[in-house]
């Protein structure tokens, strides 16, 4: 079993519409939850960390968290064409607690005007 | 404010040849990190800097040197380049050894080994 493991997609939603994307993780004592995205030939950026359950938002963006589940989630309400991107699930704070974040394959989001 | 800066953007080699990829962040931060990111792989760790004078494998070592020169800098060298290198290489930094807060990314070096 891959440590964080998301769908590759791609995702492909129309414009105006959400987006979920799903990551889950194996390390069940792992503490900070983190959201990159990446346009095709760019470096990641990151857009949302998450440390408690919850929702957290920020703008367009909702990071979820349930770690009971171990499940995180990210959704893009309003999906813009500028949104298509790859976007790459990280997490932090595993049993080892060496402050590596450990990355998802990524998802890559279509969003189609 | 800079962040993260690498050289080159871009670079070719040939099998056997060696060179070093250079990474500097102006954030006063104390980790630094080298992945690789391959299709189908994701982003791999190479290895990493907690603070200043230390340095530690990660997922795949293997072929790579680095040097924490000071707080500021962290290389990553290829003694002898194989094909199997040939990727895009991430330089990044977070500010504490924790890394809670995330990552700051480098733009990245794409690297073709024939």
């Known amino acids: 079993q891959k440590e964080v493991e998301q769908n590759s997609g791609p995702l492909s939603v129309p414009e105006g519409a959400i987006a979920s994307l799903n990551c889950t993780y194996s390390?069940?004592?792992?503490?900070?939850f983190f959201w990159y995205r990446q346009y095709s030939g760019k470096s990641p950026e990151l857009i949302m960390s998450?440390?408690?359950?919850g929702d957290k938002e920020d703008g367009r963006f909702t990071a979820q968290l349930n770690k009971a589940s171990q499940y995180v989630s990210l959704l893009i309400r309003d999906s813009q064409p500028s949104d298509s991107a790859t976007y790459l699930c990280?997490?932090?704070?595993?049993?080892?607690?060496?402050?590596?974040?450990?990355f998802g394959q990524g998802t890559t989001l279509q969003v189609k005007p | 404010n800079a962040g993260v800066t690498q050289t080159p953007k871009f670079q070719v080699l040939k099998t056997g040849q060696s060179m070093t990829l250079q990474c500097a962040q102006d954030?006063?931060?104390?980790?630094m990190y080298w992945y690789r990111q391959d299709p189908g792989m994701g982003l791999r760790l190479i290895y990493y800097?907690?603070?200043?004078?230390?340095?530690d494998k990660g997922e795949v070592p293997n072929g790579y040197n680095v040097s924490r020169l000071n707080k500021r800098e962290f290389s990553l060298r290829l003694e002898s380049a194989a094909p199997s290198q040939t990727s895009v290489y991430f330089c990044?930094?977070?500010?504490?050894?924790?890394?809670?807060?995330?990552?700051?990314f480098g733009s990245g070096t794409r690297l073709t080994v024939v």
């Open positions: 990044a930094s977070s500010p504490q050894r924790s890394a809670i807060y995330g990552y700051t």
């Open positions: 390390d069940r004592v792992s503490q900070s």
């Open positions: 998450i440390y408690s359950n």
């Open positions: 990280a997490v932090n704070g595993g049993s080892s607690n060496t402050g590596k974040l450990i």
């Open positions: 954030m006063n931060h104390n980790s």
């Open positions: 800097s907690a603070s200043e004078g230390t340095t």
